[in-house]
């Protein structure tokens, strides 16, 4: 069964569902539930109560691997989600220097924030709050970005061109923001290895 229609079939549950497993990029369920508070009767408030609560809890055991986790777990929830230990040491870096508000930046890299925060000691309500205040802001404005684009849609077909040159120019900035990140990176690893 696809994401979609988990939430569709299921409702709001299916919402909680598709944001807990952390296999696709949360940018995209929430938009779409964003689409669906337009589009049907799902209520937005209710559906922004569900977004972080599933991001609060999926966050939460992310946060236990990482206090509890053995070497052996940890290493293996490394390979399944693709998390490098020097992303991890990176992050580990960026706790030291700049503090606990980097915990804001949580949605980002979700599951490395939260395991890198279990082992970094960081107490469970800080990064609770931390958390639930970063993830709340991160699913308003997706939701917010796909009710939007849904009444776009659904309600102004022959203006959907006007949409286009905007679409377009943030697939171009995005793509060209990862190529540059990528290359960025490599040249760092490069270095490193010297």
Do not use: C
Not at 71 to 99: C, H, P, Y
């Amino acid at each position: 069964m696809a994401w979609h229609s988990w939430i569709e079939s299921y409702g709001y549950f299916g919402m909680m569902l598709t944001l807990m497993f952390p296999f696709l990029p949360s940018e995209v369920p929430l938009a779409y539930a964003g689409y669906l508070v337009h589009t049907t009767e799902f209520n937005l408030i209710i559906m922004l109560i569900v977004a972080v609560l599933s991001f609060v809890i999926s966050q939460n055991v992310f946060f236990t691997i990482g206090r509890l986790g053995s070497d052996r777990l940890l290493a293996r929830v490394f390979k399944w989600f693709r998390i490098s230990e020097t992303k991890m040491n990176q992050f580990q870096r960026q706790m030291d220097t700049r503090g606990r508000f980097i915990l804001l930046l949580s949605p980002m890299w979700r599951m490395g924030f939260a395991i890198g925060a279990g082992l970094t000691g960081v107490s469970r309500l800080t990064f609770t709050i931390a958390t639930t205040i970063s993830f709340f802001a991160w699913s308003a404005f997706f939701i917010w970005g796909g009710k939007k684009l849904g009444h776009g849609i659904v309600g102004r077909h022959h203006e959907l061109h006007h949409y286009t040159p905007w679409l377009i120019g943030l697939l171009v900035f995005g793509a060209g923001y990862l190529y540059f990140r990528k290359k960025t990176l490599m040249k760092k690893q490069n270095t490193l290895k010297k």
